[in-house]
């Protein structure tokens, strides 16, 4: 069977990945009303194409944090080598997790490509530094700074299936400090290993503190207010992430492409804003960029087709999401990026509009 859009590896996933993993990737916290909201805010935004301009030639090259890609969407936090390759081919930037299960010096020896690193900070910061200065002497270009999570979110099918890492996977990056290793628990050993390693105390003070550590820039990831975009401007983040971790922390929060607007208008287009969460079609990242998004992030789709196809897989989903964006920019009306504008969506919080007059 042909598949035709990202959304159908997930069934594939399904069936491939024992159930404990396959929960893990795809449940949220407790009723994941957030997880399912995630998707249906995005089909609540509708189009207001514009007609008849020459959209012969559609240019979706940018830059992000200075750095020139092909595509404004981001891979994010998954297994590793197959994803470093194929976003480099891709021509997008790649973000390896803290508690990814290859290292940041092996993600690096795939070869070339723009790769971020995602950060959860320990309440031993000396392995917090070294893990920094790793990353950026291994070439990574920036810090995903994790904020929303001092607690892991309740994740019933994780507590159900004593979720744990499979015996032949640590946590690469904590190998040599005695970290890498996630025991058996009464319920999710991630919880438990998140209760006994991440710092609960982490507050803007320490983006403050990376800030002394590191050349790289660092985004706040985990951002869903105007309040604290606004703080998060003021302590120096180069970018924010509006993030609800994959709805994986706390239930009934917005879904992500609702709290956009907020954060972008709070910082007053002074930093980058990015989103993550819920996208799964080119008409998802036209509706971001609309909203003032400078990018999207992707975590599920990218760890679904890995599971069904590998390397393949994660490279048929980048292209695909490219070529529904460039024919939703096309049937838009909207030749760079730079043409998408507000004016080419409507929401369900926009004021009526009052009738043009000719």
């Not at 159908?8 to 396959?22: D, F, G, S």
């Not at 092996?106 to 790793?134: C, D, H, M, W």
């Not at 890498?180 to 991630?190: F, P, Q, R, T, V």
């Not at 036209?286 to 599971?307: D, N």
Request: proline share 3%; glycine share 8%.
């Amino acid at each position: 069977m042909e598949i035709t859009n990202v959304t159908e590896y997930e069934a594939i996933a399904k069936e491939k990945l024992p159930k404990m993993v396959y929960d893990y990737y795809a449940s949220g916290a407790e009723d994941q009303w957030t997880l399912q909201e995630n998707r249906n805010a995005f089909a609540r935004i509708l189009f207001r194409p514009r007609i008849l301009i020459d959209v012969s030639k559609i240019d979706m090259t940018t830059t992000v944090l200075g750095f020139k890609i092909s595509k404004r969407w981001l891979t994010q936090k998954v297994r590793e080598y197959a994803t470093a390759r194929a976003a480099s081919a891709a021509g997008t930037i790649m973000t390896l997790s803290s508690w990814a299960t290859s290292s940041v010096e092996e993600v690096a020896s795939t070869g070339p490509g723009i790769r971020f690193f995602q950060l959860y900070v320990y309440k031993n910061r000396n392995v917090v530094e070294q893990l920094v200065r790793r990353a950026e002497r291994a070439g990574f270009k920036a810090i995903a700074l994790t904020v929303d999570t001092p607690r892991l979110g309740r994740r019933e099918s994780d507590i159900k299936n004593r979720f744990t890492l499979p015996p032949n996977l640590t946590l690469k990056n904590f190998e040599g400090l005695d970290l890498g290793k996630m025991d058996e628990a009464n319920d999710s050993g991630l919880a438990s290993y998140v209760a006994g390693q991440i710092d609960r105390t982490l507050s803007w003070k320490d983006v403050q503190w990376l800030q002394t550590i590191t050349k790289m820039p660092i985004l706040v990831k985990g951002v869903l207010t105007g309040e604290d975009a606004r703080i998060a401007v003021q302590a120096g983040a180069a970018g924010i992430i509006v993030s609800n971790h994959g709805a994986r922390q706390l239930d009934y929060a917005p879904a992500t492409i609702s709290a956009l607007e907020e954060v972008v208008k709070a910082t007053q287009g002074r930093i980058p804003v990015f989103l993550d969460g819920g996208v799964r079609r080119g008409t998802d990242v036209f509706k971001a960029l609309a909203l003032g998004a400078s990018g999207i992030f992707i975590g599920r789709p990218v760890v679904f087709s890995l599971a069904a196809e590998g390397e393949d897989g994660v490279r048929k989903v980048l292209q695909m999401l490219r070529d529904e964006f460039e024919l939703t920019m096309a049937l838009s009306g909207c030749r760079t990026l730079s043409e998408i504008t507000r004016n080419h969506i409507t929401t369900e919080w926009d004021t009526p509009r009052p009738l043009a007059r000719l």
